[in-house]
């Protein structure tokens, strides 16, 4: 069946999902009611249509800025820099961080040929630039991989100098963790990112 195999072929390029795992979401849209699959399409729809990038920070939005940008209550002199608008949701939660974001949209990685000029930078350093309140403090919070590495080690040259200080989140043994199960690489980052008591 063609509209069959061209779903599943569509739904194989959502990330993470397989191929067993894109047959049972066809199987479910074959079976829902009509109403659930046009709930569903409605949804993606309005999605792509309502939801653009904050003019400031590049976190999704829904018309303007985003509601951490407009929040006067935020530190304004503090600006956290990831890698993916998800990665702000997971801070957020946290309840431990009230100054700003910045989104780069991805990571510096040359293997994969994706250059400083492909992500976020040079609207970072505007940004930074033009800032009513003066940034403090950049805390760069890219993933511990090779290409959050370079990307921080990048960012933070370019910055020196520009803000008060660039920090860099701390990472390794997890709470509740027991030191003699974690990795050789974990322990390592843990033991240089050892704060004083």
């Known amino acids: ?9 569509a739904l194989r390029r959502l990330p993470g999902v397989g191929p067993r795992q894109a047959e049972r979401f066809a199987a479910y849209f074959l079976r829902a009611s009509q109403g659930e699959t046009e709930e569903f399409i409605h949804a993606l729809v309005t999605v792509k249509q309502d939801v653009k990038l904050c003019p400031v920070c590049f976190a999704y939005s829904e018309g303007g800025l ?3 940008c407009s929040d006067p209550d935020r530190d304004h002199g ?12 997971a801070l957020e939660k946290t309840e431990a961080y009230k100054g700003l974001y910045h989104v780069l949209h991805g990571a510096i990685s040359p293997l994969e040929g994706r250059s400083a000029e492909q ?10 630039h033009n800032s009513e309140d003066p940034v403090r403090e950049v805390i760069i919070a890219t993933d511990p991989d090779s290409e959050g590495e370079t990307t921080a080690l990048y960012l933070a040259d370019l910055l020196r ?4 200080q660039v920090t860099r989140i701390g ?8 030191i003699d199960y974690m990795d050789e690489l974990t322990l390592g980052y843990s033991l240089k990112g050892r704060t004083k008591l």
């Open 1 to 9: 069946m063609k509209s069959l195999d061209r779903l599943i072929r």
């Open 66 to 68: 985003c509601p951490i």
């Open 78 to 89: 503090l600006i956290c820099v990831v890698e993916d608008p998800q990665d702000i949701e």
């Open 119 to 128: 992500v976020k930078v040079r609207e970072l350093l505007a940004r930074v």
């Open 161 to 164: 100098g520009l803000v008060g």
């Open 171 to 178: 990472y390794g043994v997890p709470l509740g963790g027991d």
